[in-house]
């Protein structure tokens, strides 16, 4: 193990007040956030159970060290599925954030919000403009 990753292997919690361990070094029954997702899972209410740390360039994280937090999926619980009322206002929210209050048209894209109107709108009114 390389001294980068040594310093991040801490699984009692010692070190840093969770178990943490340096990138692809986690045991396989905890998992981040994005992962239980794709697995059909949610936390249940549990708390961050572990931590895994790198050193990372990007993002000019603080130190340079990123986090990503991670949970127990034998305490996590299946995702909840949504009702018929739940998708129908879903769909009713998007297919307003589609809808040009110019043309009153569905633009099939989510319109800019910088623009407020869909592309054809806003360069009929730049055109127009000039």
């Known amino acids: 193990m390389s ?14 007040g969770i178990p ?5 070094m986690a045991p396989p029954h905890l998992m981040t956030m994005r992962q239980l ?3 059909g899972r949610r936390p249940g209410g549990q708390q961050v159970q572990a931590q895994v740390l790198w ?7 603080p130190g ?27 769909a009713k929210a998007n297919a307003a954030r589609r809808t040009c209050p110019d ?13 407020g109107t869909c592309l054809d709108c806003a360069d009929h009114t730049e055109r127009s403009a000039a």
């Open 3 to 16: 001294r980068f990753r040594a310093a991040f292997f801490d699984p009692t919690g010692s070190r840093y």
């Open 20 to 24: 943490t361990w340096p990138w692809r």
């Open 37 to 39: 997702a794709a697995a």
């Open 55 to 61: 050193r990372s360039g990007r993002y000019r994280a």
């Open 64 to 90: 340079g060290v990123r986090v990503a937090y991670l949970y127990d999926v034998r305490l996590s619980l299946p995702k909840r599925t949504p009702t018929a009322a739940q998708l129908e206002a879903l």
């Open 103 to 115: 043309c009153k048209t569905d633009a099939g894209y989510v319109l800019p919000r910088h623009l």
